[in-house]
């Protein structure tokens, strides 16, 4: 069993040979190289784990050739080969990423142990790669699928923020992805490697979800038996996203602005504060002004929170996308379920496209899991849709909604808040407008 590829590159031939022999007994892939210039192109044609080099090279000097390496291959890891007198060019080189350096004519046993060493670092960082690049594809915003000008929009504002520690308030109806850009918000920020914890606030009764928000104390209620560790100590260093905020208690809202403010809480039967440092994305699909308006949200909170509003596009404000999508859901299920589904027909995706999506992209998602399961060839067709999407009258074309007064400034609209993270009041200002038109307009467009 192979344990990694190495490279050598020394111009003694008789050298280069010995090398490669012993440590081919270690079960290593070696290539050589007589040349720096050779040794570069291999390692462009077959990545390696190890390169082994001289320090004198007839073309490149071994201490230019690690800074190549290193800056280009920064996984992997040099060995370099020095004469008796250049134990220096050894120690320059380890200055500029070499992982040790080794003096010729030594014995060749110590060479087997070093190169070891030296794999097994170079193998770690490329599981380290490879584990980051499948959280990418899993967490990031490459999985958030779309060309419309609306979703790009809203992807650029969020890689943005990401890149800080700002409190970010997520806008936008049920099923537009809000949890998904929590998910790439905090794998783009410097908090990737610390925990992302979730939770749903509509989804605990007031008493519970202080329980699980901030923890308990043994005996601060009946059933409490032990202490208790509350999601904000479970995501302390990283970030917790909180899912349906307008759903809070007020008494809740009041102990969620304290760690706002001092990254402080108490738990349930403490009279001690929690430290913690965590980051605070939230996400709603209500309007939270109205509710300030009718006492059920407070205004400081609501400030607090959203220092950087996103708001997320309905699925029939970004109709280009779903083809896209509907693909995506047709591949994922098809494998799931174990079916040799391809594609879908014309008339499918007409339907498709000619449908609201109250539900957004949740709902699309449920409507082609239900298809390919019922799916008895390898192409979706209209009859696999429900009677609704079925019975839906096509909608005018593309080009004239494009004119559409109406779709114009709606589209006007969102943009603005975007510029203006949300602050309606800023928007109306920018639109020329009243507060009060603008609420107007938001209801009848769909975007409160």
Not at 97 to 109: R, S
Not at 342 to 365: C, D, Q
Not at 371 to 379: Q, R, S, T, Y
Not at 410 to 434: M, P, S, Y
């Amino acid at each position: 069993m192979q344990k990694g590829k190495l490279l050598i590159i020394d111009d003694e031939e008789r050298l280069r040979g010995l090398l490669a022999r012993i440590l081919q007994l270690e079960g290593y892939e070696v290539v050589t190289a007589s040349t720096a210039k050779e040794g570069l192109k291999k390692i462009q044609h077959e990545p390696v784990n190890v390169v082994l080099s001289d320090v004198k090279l007839p073309d490149i000097n071994g201490i230019e050739l690690t800074s190549q390496i290193k800056s280009t291959w920064p996984a992997t890891e040099v060995i370099v080969l020095t004469a008796f007198g250049t134990i220096n060019d050894g120690v320059k080189a380890i200055k500029l990423g070499a992982f040790d350096y080794i003096t010729k004519g030594d014995d060749n046993e110590k060479i087997i142990p070093l190169v070891s060493k030296a794999m097994d670092k170079a193998l770690l960082q490329q599981r380290v790669q490879e584990l980051e690049s499948k959280l990418n594809d899993k967490f990031g915003f490459d999985r958030i699928i779309g060309n419309s000008a609306a979703i790009k929009e809203v992807i650029s504002l969020a890689q943005k923020v990401a890149l800080t520690d700002t409190t970010v308030l997520l806008l936008g109806e049920t099923g537009t992805g809000k949890e998904v850009f929590a998910e790439a918000i905090h794998q783009a920020s410097s908090r990737k490697n610390k925990p992302f914890v979730a939770v749903n606030c509509s989804a605990f009764t007031k008493e519970l979800l202080e329980s699980e928000l901030f923890g308990h104390k043994a005996g601060a209620f009946t059933g409490a038996a032990k202490d208790k560790k509350g999601l904000f100590e479970e995501a302390n260093g990283g970030t917790i996203f909180l899912d349906e905020m307008g759903e809070l208690d007020l008494e809740l809202q009041a102990k969620l602005l304290r760690v706002l403010e001092s990254q402080q809480f108490l738990k349930v039967g403490d009279t001690k504060p929690t430290q913690v440092n965590v980051r605070i994305l939230a996400a709603t699909n209500r309007d939270l002004q109205a509710e300030i308006e009718s006492n059920h949200f407070r205004s400081d909170l609501f400030y607090r929170l959203s220092v950087f509003q996103i708001v997320l596009p309905a699925l029939r404000e970004r109709k280009n996308d779903i083809p896209l999508l509907a693909a995506h859901f047709v591949q994922y299920f098809a494998a799931k379920v174990k079916k040799q589904v391809t594609g879908m027909s014309s008339g499918f995706i007409e339907k498709l496209a000619a449908y609201n999506w109250p539900g957004n992209i949740r709902e699309l998602k449920n409507v082609i899991e239900r298809a390919v399961i019922l799916c008895d060839g390898n192409e979706l067709d209209e009859r696999l849709l429900p009677n609704d999407i079925l019975h839906t009258q096509p909608s005018r074309p593309n080009l004239l909604s494009a004119f559409d007064l109406s779709s114009v400034e709606k589209l006007h609209i969102q943009r603005v808040l975007n510029h203006t993270n949300g602050n309606r009041t800023e928007a109306a200002r920018l639109l020329n407008i009243g507060v009060a038109t603008l609420y107007r307009k938001l209801k009848e467009y769909g975007l409160e």
